[in-house]
């Protein structure tokens, strides 16, 4: 529902409706709540679709979704019945003082289409409740068919049905259904799209393709995590030209709009990435095979061609092409770091010759990361990494290191998109907008409350860089760079650029990883409809490119979730084996209420610490777990004692 509802705000063709959908547009135009122009459905100038948001005291605030415009005051009067987190369409007020306003004409349904309850204990007595908010779901047990005190199920908000009986929450293997069925994830595909995806050959014969640019004799490689399955991008550089090649897998070439595969990327739009294993935006034959940069095989590419200034680390020019690549080898990034420290030799040619250029290129893109920096900005802050066992409980936790190799790949990536994202005006972009005065005050007193005060510089620019500067000092890097970075704007997709305020580029895209991301996916048909100035390909893609951005966005925040809550879940389970038991912790809020994360036996875990008089934030203290609630994955503790100072060993 609020996709088409996101649709509807931006405009949405005839021909573009669902079969499932097209009775309620027939309905909301009926009732003129739709406009219907040259075959456009677009809601009417007076009317807005959003989220109902109930205020404390009275009335409530219309959520706007598929644009950024002020927050709509209802009155109780006029809320027709909508309840907190409804999707309703609404009627601008016009005339009034004050704020904007407006009154609900219809409650479409629930903005979480689905929700997870279980069984559990309420004054005595089993109910159904709901996870997050721990009220019943208003659903009778005699309905269930297991009542057992823990059984967890899946509900569609819609149509107040229960979808799926997911496990009982005794079972550490349910907290994966759990997260998933909140935002009605599945790894399984339809038997149409893995039908199709088969289809293709195993094997990418070159001389199927003679238009391609061949670059098979070039000594590409993949430089990836070590677990990784799917690889999207391939780098090459000849240092003797300063010409960078980098190659991403051309998904494009296999799944093509209006097809059964591209569906479901639409619906998936990101691959997600669990502990464990991954839930993959593609069919695992095309996503880790055939569109996968494999190592000594022929791979389908779409390439750019950089030649790079070595006096001013500017790009003097690129080409895009499609192309053929063979990667020599497939490294990890542990792999290039120990090249680079003296601790790896090549065990044959072809490793030989990749090995070859890596020292200048690692040399180039540290002198494109310091120009870059002049700029844009450089957090510190760390990515949790967790490992668990095969019965689903943490093995071990810890923040990710960023090492040379890292940094490597990131600035290759970085060319490439800033690349595309200079060829059209309107399309996909990533943006980062610039921190709101109201975000940067908030930020400004939590750093006074440790003692940093801070002065403005002239420019946003300068000031956060005097910021981090005190920050070291305090030996508060990665600390205060969250800080900053809860501050900021939250980066999101846009038809039209606005920059990229914390990359500190003009424009940018996201081209490099179209296995996992169908905003890629889009840029590279939009880049091959504008080289071959197919404006009839370049109309389609671009014909719905505000929602397409609106929802994507939207999806990208639901993997994040979907990973951040699977994470928090495992270490409520962790925090239930050691009630009673005290842990070193930092403490990382101390507003309304105290949050300290445990740094001591496992990393990370977010514990909500009682009230203690004078705790300030990044104390380093001792608390003592003393409830976990496995529904609401919450770890509650108690302050037992002031702690050390973390020191680097």
């Known amino acids: 529902m609020k996709s ?5 705000t931006h405009g949405l063709y005839d021909q573009d ?18 406009t219907l122009i040259e075959g456009k459905y677009q809601f009417s100038s ?22 950024s415009i002020r927050d709509h005051f209802i009155d109780t009067a006029n809320l027709m019945g909508a309840k907190n987190g409804d999707l309703v369409i609404a009627q601008r007020l016009l005339g009034k003082r004050g704020g904007p306003s407006a009154k609900v004409i219809l409650v479409v349904g629930r903005s979480e289409t689905f929700s997870v309850a279980i069984v559990a204990q309420k004054n005595s007595t089993l109910v159904l409740q709901d996870i997050r908010t721990e009220q019943p779901s208003g659903f009778s047990l005699i309905d269930l068919p297991d009542t057992s005190e823990g059984s967890v199920y899946q509900i569609n908000n819609q149509t107040g049905t229960i979808t799926a009986y997911l496990g009982n929450l005794s079972d550490p293997k349910v907290d994966e259904k759990i997260v998933l069925a909140l935002y009605n994830k599945h790894d399984e595909f339809e038997q149409e799209v893995l039908e199709m995806a088969a289809s293709f050959p195993k094997v990418v014969d070159a001389s199927l393709y003679p238009d391609r640019r061949d670059l098979r004799h070039l000594p590409f490689c993949t430089i ?62 095309l996503s880790e095979t055939l569109c996968s940069l494999q190592p000594l095989v022929d791979r389908l590419a779409y390439t750019f061609e950089l030649k790079i200034n070595p006096s001013t680390y500017e790009v003097d020019s690129f080409e895009l092409y499609e192309s053929i690549i063979h990667s020599h080898r497939r490294f990890s990034y542990e792999d290039i770091d120990a090249f680079l420290s003296g601790n790896l030799e090549a065990s044959n040619e072809k490793e030989a010759l990749t090995l070859a250029y890596i020292p200048a290129l690692n040399d180039l893109t540290g002198k ?34 960023e090492t040379p190799s890292h940094g490597l790949i990131e600035d290759c990536m970085l060319l490439a998109n800033k690349a595309a ?63 900053i970075i809860r501050a900021q704007m939250q980066a999101r997709y846009a038809p039209y650029n606005l920059g990229h305020f914390g990359l500190g580029f003009d424009h940018y895209t996201h081209f490099t990883s179209p296995i996992r991301r169908y905003s890629d996916l889009i840029v590279h048909r939009l880049l091959k409809a504008i080289k071959a100035g197919d404006t009839e390909e370049g109309s389609y893609v671009l014909r719905n490119i505000e929602s397409l951005c609106t929802s994507i966005s939207e999806k990208e925040r639901e993997a994040s979730d979907i990973e951040i809550r699977f ?21 990382m809020r101390a507003e309304d209420q105290i949050i300290a994360e445990i740094h001591d036996v496992v990393t990370g875990a977010k514990v909500n610490v009682s009230t203690q008089f004078g705790l300030m934030l990044f104390d380093d203290i001792i608390v003592k777990i003393e ?15 002031r702690g050390e100072k973390e020191t680097d060993e």
């Open 224 to 285: 990836d995590p070590v677990t990784a399955k799917d690889f999207d991008d391939a780098i090459c550089y000849i240092p003797k030209t300063n010409t960078l090649y980098v190659a991403i897998a051309d998904v494009s070439e296999y799944v093509k709009p209006f097809g059964a595969i591209d569906a479901e990327a639409i619906y998936r739009s990101f691959s997600i990435y669990l502990p464990h294993r991954s839930i993959p935006m593609l069919p695992r034959e």
């Open 421 to 483: 994202a200079s060829m059209y005006e309107r399309g996909v972009f990533r943006i980062h907008e610039t921190p709101s005065a109201l975000k940067l005050q908030s930020l400004y007193q939590e750093l006074a409350s440790i003692g940093i005060f801070v002065e403005f510089q002239g420019s946003i620019k300068d000031t956060i860089t005097a910021i981090q500067a005190e920050a070291e000092k305090r030996d508060l890097t990665s600390e205060v760079d969250t800080l």
């Open 567 to 587: 994470q928090e879940r495992k270490f409520a389970r962790w925090a239930h084996t050691v009630i009673g038991q005290s842990f070193k912790a930092r403490v």
């Open 627 to 641: 409830t976990s609630n496995l529904a609401t994955a919450k770890i509650t503790g108690s302050f037992v004692s």
């Open 17 to 34: 409706i669902a079969p499932q959908e097209r009775e309620l547009v027939v309905q909301w135009h009926s009732m003129k709540l739709l």
């Open 46 to 67: 007076q009317y807005r679709a959003g989220i109902i948001s109930l205020t404390q005291t009275c009335g409530a605030y219309l959520q706007t979704i598929g644009e």
């Open 4 to 8: 088409l509802l996101i649709r509807l």
């Open 368 to 401: 494109l990361r310091e120009e870059r920096y002049k700029k844009g900005y450089h957090f510190r802050s760390s990515e949790l990494e967790m490992r668990i066992d095969e019965a689903g409980n943490i093995i071990k936790t810890e923040f990710a290191v």
